[in-house]
């Protein structure tokens, strides 16, 4: 399986280019006009070019539109699936970043199968490593974070821990941004302290900077404005 990082093609760079692998993958690949064996100078494309990169997982990504007219689940969208480096990529470059969305708006990236919510059966148990960003942050850092916190997830950065992961959540607030990656057990405390790490030292956040993680039963149940770590890095 290629991984998002590894992967020689990247469908479409974050700059917003195209590359040429991805307009091979998007195309009818040419038939020849003949049988005959290619001529001097002809250039015959090498497979790799088009052909897809398949990710590990099949994963989905939601869109959490804040309508208070509607109530939480109509306001939860399916946007698109995707198995390939490619199709990931296609799909990254031709939706809003985080930064753009309106408050109290969402996206949510789980494996296929898992819905983003606690009460999904994946979910239940679990729990979440969490991030808050100040105002500042919206227009710094957001949408890196976010993109990175993408790559981890469909690029299976955690190593065998990635198999405890669900998904990842970012949270559009007035009083400051969120991102989460959810875990499927809040006792597996060594999977989790791996996810936190790595995902620490992916951010690039510095030493002194803390991120917790809080299980969502604690969270679901909460009687203040703030829920208990459990764990943090």
């Known amino acids: 399986m290629a991984s998002v990082a590894a ?10 280019q195209i590359s040429s692998t991805v307009k091979m993958a998007t195309s009818e ?9 290619p001529t001097e100078g002809q250039v015959v494309a090498n497979p ?10 099949r994963w989905a990504l ?6 208070k007219s ?6 939860l969208r399916l946007i698109s699936k995707f198995d390939t480096v490619e199709d990931f990529w296609a799909l990254y470059n031709h939706i809003q970043q985080p930064s753009k969305l309106g408050f109290g708006c969402d996206y949510c ?3 296929d199968g898992i819905k983003p919510m606690w009460e999904d059966d994946r979910n239940k148990l679990g729990g979440r490593w969490l991030m808050t960003l100040n105002k500042q942050q919206r227009h710094n850092d ?9 790559l981890c997830l469909v690029g299976e950065s955690f190593d065998e821990a990635s198999e405890d992961v669900c998904g990842a959540v970012v949270n559009v607030r007035p009083k400051g ?3 989460a990656i959810w875990t499927s057990n809040c006792q597996n405390r060594d999977a989790i302290m791996t996810i936190g790490q790595l995902y620490k030292e992916r951010l690039n956040l510095p030493m002194k900077a803390m991120i917790g993680y809080q299980s969502h039963d604690d969270t679901s149940s909460k009687s203040g404005s703030t829920t208990k770590n459990m764990y943090s890095v």
């Open 7 to 16: 992967a020689p093609c990247d469908a479409e760079a974050p700059n917003g």
């Open 29 to 37: 690949p040419k038939t020849a006009e003949t049988e005959d064996q």
């Open 48 to 57: 790799e070019q088009y052909i897809k990169h398949p990710l590990q997982n």
């Open 62 to 67: 939601w869109y959490f539109k804040n309508d």
């Open 70 to 75: 509607k109530s939480w689940t109509e306001n």
């Open 109 to 111: 990236l789980f494996k």
């Open 142 to 150: 957001l949408d890196r974070y976010w993109m990175e916190t993408l």
């Open 177 to 179: 941004d969120k991102i």
